[in-house]
């Protein structure tokens, strides 16, 4: 059982920059790790994905060049590094835990989710 918590989320204008972190409860080293992200009223979406070792990741087109995942197998814990903020990534971000081989983009792959944290970018 993985429980994640997801942090560092707030309101930020346009063109600023956060760092989302995703604390895990056990040890994270056998799950690929991602960021999907919920806007009102739409669906969830993939955001980002980094795999089991850290040496692959895959991003969406829409925050590729300017979101980085990464992670920390000591600390257990996954980062979002977001930069050049737009009103368009306002949403719910939520962190995620799969279990499966390679990368993995679709909701069904994941086995754990946080409960999310609010990132709101004023234009």
């Known amino acids: 059982q993985v429980q994640l918590v997801e942090s560092g989320g707030g309101l930020v204008q346009a063109g600023a920059s956060l760092r989302l972190s995703c604390a895990a409860s056990g040890r994270t080293n056998n799950y690929a790790m991602g960021w999907f992200r919920q806007a009102p009223e739409k669906e969830r979406e993939f955001v980002t994905t980094i795999s089991r070792s850290g040496g692959s990741t895959y991003y969406a087109d829409s925050v590729k060049g300017r979101f980085t995942i990464s992670r920390d197998a000591a600390k257990n814990t996954v980062y979002l590094q977001m930069n050049s903020l737009k009103p368009e990534d306002t949403a719910v971000y939520y962190c995620?835990?799969?279990?499966?081989?390679?990368?993995?983009?679709?909701?069904?792959?994941?086995?754990?989710w946080g409960q999310g944290t609010q990132v709101t970018v004023s234009s």
């Open positions: 995620a835990a799969s279990s499966r081989w390679g990368l993995t983009m679709v909701e069904s792959g994941y086995d754990y």
